[in-house]
Structure formats: structure tokens, C-alpha cells
């Protein structure tokens, strides 16, 4: 506020002045109450129906994939493709990692009607008290945060369960081997380079 002449200020209490506005005024009060509690009541009605519209909208959602074959495809496979980036980039750490070139192999060959591959490397190995674990779902011998204990898992059911091959393993300090065996008749020739 600024005066340009010389003037009094009267200061009175908030409360009295409130008893004064209510007895002079009391329309004018009323209008104001009014008004405020309309502003209020008409913020709180639009927020909850915007909330309901989120909800509503979440819920229809929901239903229509849950309802919708079509749906649960998709979701899947873009669950497929999320894991299966996840396991190009952990193999991309792997072969960037410390090992020399020679130090990881992949050997093909026919067996018994069958193609084996192994996959070899010359790291400390794996040892003997957690070897039968290591195809375990969430079973992960990496610090908290590091690793999800998927990897083999998704691994064994690819090859034994939608392949009905099999998987093994055979490991000593400088030499761990996974050998992966595919039937013929189901498994596809494609060229390999070294």
C-alpha cells in the first residue's frame, strides 16, 4: 500500500473485524463464503472425476488384455524380446570381459544323430556344491543388484523343454564346458565361424 497524503490507519483484530463484516454485511459475507466453498467444492468434484476417469480407463485396460488373446501375445513377446536383448547384452559383457580370445570356444559336431555344441572357457570354474544348482530359476551367486539367476535357467528351458535336448556341464578350474545337445530333426544347420 502507498499513501500520498498524510492519512490514519485504524487497526482492528482480525476477529472483531469478522463480527463487524458479519453484522454491517452479511449478504456480502455470505456471497463470499459462498463462493469459496464453491471454488473448493468444484476443485475436489473435478479431481476425483479425474481420478475415476485414470481408473476407469486403467480398468478397461486391464480387462481388454486380460480378456484378449491377442493381447497376451503381445505382452509376451515383448517379455520375449526384453530377455532375449537382456541375454545378447550379458553375453556382449561376457566376451568383453577379461577373457583372451582363446580363452572362450564353441565346438559343433554330430553325435548319435544329435548336434552338440560346447561352449567352453577358461575361468576358475564353477564349484561343486553349487554345480547342481546352477540351472535353478533366481539362483545367482553375484552381489544383490548384479545378476537376476534367469540366464541358465531360460537357457535349460529353451534347449530341454522346447527342443527336448539337453544341457550339461562339466567344470574344473581353467576348463568349464557346457555341452548342449539338439536332436537332428530338430535342430537347424547353420554355418558357424570360430
Not at 490507519?9 to 469478522?18: G, H, S, T
Amino acid at each position: 500500500m502507498r499513501v500520498t497524503e498524510p492519512s490514519r490507519f485504524f487497526i482492528l483484530d482480525a476477529e472483531v473485524f469478522a463480527q463487524l463484516m458479519n453484522e454491517w454485511f452479511p449478504l456480502a459475507v455470505h456471497l463470499l463464503e459462498g463462493g469459496y466453498f464453491y471454488r473448493a467444492n468444484l476443485a475436489e468434484l473435478a479431481g476425483q472425476r479425474e481420478r475415476l476417469l485414470a481408473l476407469g480407463s486403467l480398468s478397461a485396460g486391464l480387462t481388454h488384455e486380460l480378456n484378449n488373446p491377442a493381447a497376451a501375445a503381445i505382452r509376451a513377446t515383448a517379455s520375449l524380446r526384453e530377455r532375449v536383448a537382456g541375454m545378447r547384452q550379458k553375453l556382449g559383457m561376457i566376451a568383453a570381459g577379461p577373457h583372451d580370445r582363446e580363452s572362450l570356444e564353441a565346438l559343433i559336431q554330430l553325435q548319435d544323430q544329435a548336434a552338440e555344441r560346447d561352449i567352453c572357457d577358461t575361468g576358475p570354474g564353477i564349484p561343486p556344491e553349487i554345480r547342481d544348482r546352477i540351472f535353478e530359476p533366481f539362483f545367482t551367486t553375484k552381489p544383490v543388484g548384479e545378476g537376476t539367476g534367469l540366464g541358465l535357467d531360460i537357457t535349460w528351458r529353451i534347449v530341454v523343454k522346447k527342443h527336448h535336448g539337453d544341457i550339461g556341464v562339466e567344470s574344473v578350474p581353467g576348463d568349464t564346458r557346457f555341452r548342449v545337445r539338439l536332436p537332428v530333426t530338430q535342430a537347424k544347420a547353420e554355418p558357424v565361424s570360430a
